[in-house]
């Protein structure tokens, strides 16, 4: 019932920056549902790098904070990460999730961020 596409991952160099896009579609309103970042590397368990509520409160694991911003737009229906100074242990697959009112969580496919030192 929801659908979520990522775009926007790549290689980049230590210190740049990077904008990760989420487009949500589906039977689920947009606007009820709390969206969030995720990243994974092999080997490691699926972690939490922001949140952000559906009235905009947002959250941010210590390792990104200050660094990182997610936003959101109810219009356009998409979720996005803002990624500066970027450090080469935030090399991981990003994936996008939706948490509808409903419960359960949807993930996107996945997006690979690589930061080279």
């Known amino acids: 019932q929801v659908q979520l596409v990522e775009s926007g991952g790549g290689l980049v160099q230590a210190g740049g920056s990077l904008g990760l896009s989420c487009a949500f579609s589906?039977?689920?309103?947009?606007?009820?549902?709390?969206m969030g970042w995720y990243r994974q590397v092999p080997g490691k368990q699926r972690e939490v790098v922001a949140s952000?509520?559906?009235?905009?409160?947002?959250n941010y694991a210590d390792s990104v904070r200050g660094r990182f911003t997610i936003s959101r737009d109810n219009v356009k229906k998409t979720v996005y990460l803002q990624m500066n100074s970027l450090k080469p242990e935030d090399t991981a697959v990003y994936y996008c999730a939706a948490d509808p009112p409903s419960g359960g969580r949807n993930w996107g496919q996945g997006t690979q961020v690589t930061v080279s030192s």
């Open positions: 952000i509520t559906r009235t905009g409160d947002t």
């Open positions: 589906g039977s689920i309103f947009f606007s009820l549902c709390a």
